[in-house]
């Protein structure tokens, strides 16, 4: 309730600030003017097909990161060779600021949407290959000795202990790859491309339409944000384990609308 | 029989003999106690007793017959309450019988009749997080004594319960493992739960290079009261007998010495 309210008031200044002249209208449109060009663009239609093509990108970016990712993960933590050829690659990557990368991106595969998925997925990757590494690596061992002491073998240490750290500690960088999916999506259609909502938000800003960039803004970060709750949905769902129940208290109120 | 025999048994670790050619019987179906000054290898000889430690030289022999590896003659409660967190109460108690090859639901209804014994069959479905310490410490031990061991190794099994509740388990652990009949090798650095519990208290010399310096019987017998037990003169006699020697055993250590 408090954030609503936080929010509402916010709006309301914004849009007496820009109402009243206090701000130019021109650099900070009243709230309901983006509004209105936000309905416009979505009742015209003519959003959808730059809307599917940046999510269709993001995701196919977020899907291969995790399965590279994932994969490259596995590999370095089980074959200490390839974290040795594979982790200062990683660190490195993981250290520079990932987008520099796009106008070799573009070079390579082209204005089209292949250069955005392959930005998509070097963020991707990157962060979810530090996930499952790392989670291997500080797998509790006291578990496995328990397992093992129960009589469990490899597979049973195996299923019983290293895949649930690891799906946790999965599942926890999946919320933070989403945003960097849209983040390459978006960013490589800003560098180069002819559709997609960071080509209209490129459009938007050389024609200095600070709207009509606030609205699109708005678009990537509803979409963003709606991709991130599903996944937090689904997680606390996965892993029942890891919440408290309403018999031992209070449910932590996650989404803060209570109160 | 003996239910376990350590012959001359070495341990090396991280460049340190821990233990040198230590020697160690316990019978089947009694209940031995082993203390020692803190640091001195307790924890190490018994892991090493249940094979999740190599050894440099010498043998682990249970029921006659040498080990290598984890034996499913021997369960082994370690100090902390590492239970899967990822596992109800009834599934993480299953978990030994089924890398036996015990089907899901069978091993389910077995687990479940352990969990009645120890008091906890409201708790079934409840994840380790929505458990008090000595619930889970209980848990555990259901876990240990579900899949049958004939030799139950402890590590401090009570240290991190507070008093009260340490009275109580301990209580309802030595009824148990009187009932089962289960043999129990019990590492501890409370001398007065050692000779509550036991009937032989096992004195380990001070490290590096530790062994076994002295075997003391205690003077009664089962079934006990702990609290009557701790009044009798016997008690009191041999507290203080083994409490002189454990003195000086940790003086010849001398303060330097990491706990």
């Known amino acids: 309730m408090r954030r609503a309210a936080a929010l509402l008031t916010f709006l309301i200044v914004w849009e007496a600030a820009s109402r009243l002249g206090w701000v130019s209208v021109l650099l900070m449109p009243p709230p ?3 509004a209105g060009v936000l309905l416009g663009v979505f009742r015209s239609g003519q959003i959808w097909p730059h809307l599917a093509v940046t999510l269709a990108e993001a995701l196919g970016g977020l899907l291969v990161g995790l399965i590279a990712g994932a994969a490259l993960g596995l590999g370095a933590a089980l074959v200490p060779a390839v974290a040795e050829v594979l982790q200062p690659v990683m660190t490195l990557l993981n250290a520079i600021p990932r987008v520099i990368l796009a106008p070799l991106l573009v070079i390579w595969f082209g204005i089209g949407p292949g ?10 990757a990157v962060t979810v290959f530090f996930a499952v590494y790392s989670g291997i690596r500080h797998v509790d061992l006291r578990l496995v000795d328990r397992v093992r002491t129960l009589g469990g073998g490899g597979w049973h240490v195996l299923r019983e202990v290293y895949l649930p750290s690891v799906m946790a500690w999965l599942f926890a960088s999946l919320k933070i790859a989403v945003g960097f999916a849209f983040t390459g999506a978006v960013v490589g259609e800003f560098v180069a491309s002819s559709r997609g909502l960071g080509y209209l938000l490129s459009f ?15 678009v990537v970060v509803a979409v963003t944000f709606a991709i991130f709750v599903a996944f937090e949905r689904f997680e606390r769902a996965v892993f029942r384990w890891k919440r408290t129940p309403p018999a031992a208290g209070p449910v932590a109120d996650v989404s803060g609308a209570e109160t | 029989m003996n239910a376990l025999d350590v012959r001359n048994l070495t341990v090396c670790y991280g460049g340190h003999v821990v233990l040198h050619r230590l020697s160690l019987e316990v019978p089947a179906g009694s209940f031995v106690s082993l203390v020692g000054p803190s640091g001195c290898g307790k924890t190490t000889l018994l892991r090493a007793i249940a094979g999740l430690l ?3 030289d010498g043998e682990v022999v249970l029921f006659g017959r040498r080990v ?3 034996s499913r003659e021997a369960g082994m409660l370690f100090q902390e309450n590492a239970l899967l967190p990822w596992r109800t109460a009834r599934q993480n108690v299953a978990l030994g019988l089924r890398f036996r090859g015990m089907p899901a639901d069978r091993a389910g209804r077995e687990a479940d009749r352990w969990l009645e014994r120890l008091g906890l069959q409201a708790f079934a479905d409840h994840y380790p997080h929505e458990l008090s310490g000595g619930m889970k410490q209980r848990v555990a031990l259901a876990q240990v004594l579900a899949p049958g061991p004939r030799l139950l190794l402890m590590d401090e099994p009570f240290a991190s319960l507070d008093a009260i509740l340490r009275h109580l388990v301990q209580t309802d652990f030595l009824s148990l493992v009187r009932e089962t009949g289960v043999t129990v090798l019990l ?4 001398l007065e739960e050692a000779l509550l519990l036991s009937e032989q208290v096992a004195l380990m010399s001070a490290g590096p290079a530790a062994r076994i ?14 609290d009557a ?9 041999l507290l203080k007998e083994i409490w002189t020697r454990l003195q000086r055993e940790a003086g010849r250590m001398g303060w330097e010495m990491p706990a």
Do not use: E, W
Request: hydrophobic fraction near 50%; include cysteine.
């Open chain 2, 187 to 190: 590492v501890t650095h409370d």
């Open chain 2, 54 to 56: 190599a050894s440099a």
């Open chain 1, 204 to 218: 938007a800003q050389s024609t200095y339409n600070a709207a009509m960039t606030i609205a699109l803004i708005a």
């Open chain 2, 68 to 70: 290598h590896r984890c």
């Open chain 1, 115 to 124: 250069s955005k998925v392959a930005l998509s997925f070097l963020l991707v």
């Open chain 1, 32 to 34: 309901t003017h983006v």
């Open chain 2, 213 to 226: 310096i002295s075997m003391h019987r205690v003077p009664y017998g089962y079934p006990r009261d702990l």
């Open chain 2, 229 to 237: 037990v701790r009044a009798l003169p016997a008690f009191g006699n």
